[in-house]
């Protein structure tokens, strides 16, 4: 399985970006997308992650600002971050489950600062 992700970028607080990941290769073999994070000295955390059939779960700082999303059609996950903040300032990573092991997109960089 081979992961693209996109969408970083700079942003003021309060504000919104989309990331996405399309996933290719082995797709069939998918259990579970979603995004990581990692900020300057700190581990990488998870942020979101949607397991096929719909049911997701979100890490408590973003619960009620980020949104994630599937479109199993293009294999490709989203995840829509409002109100962004500047604890949010990392680099997301993209992430896919298989049964037997899991596979990581290159990272994006998303900065919230005035």
């Known amino acids: 399985v081979q992961l693209q992700a996109s969408g970083g970028g700079l942003v003021q607080p309060g504000g919104s970006l989309k990331l996405s990941c399309a996933a290719s290769g082995s797709t069939f073999s998918i259990t579970a997308m979603g995004w990581y994070r990692q900020a300057p000295g700190k581990l990488r955390d998870l942020v979101a992650i949607?397991?096929?059939?719909?049911?997701?779960d979100y890490a408590d700082p973003v619960k009620g600002r980020f949104t994630i999303s599937r479109d199993n059609a293009n294999n490709t996950v989203y995840l829509q971050m409002n109100i962004l903040k500047p604890d949010d300032t990392a680099v997301y990573f993209c992430i896919a489950n298989t049964w037997a092991r899991s596979y990581w997109g290159q990272g994006t960089q998303v900065t919230v600062s005035s």
């Open positions: 949607i397991r096929n059939g719909g049911r997701t």
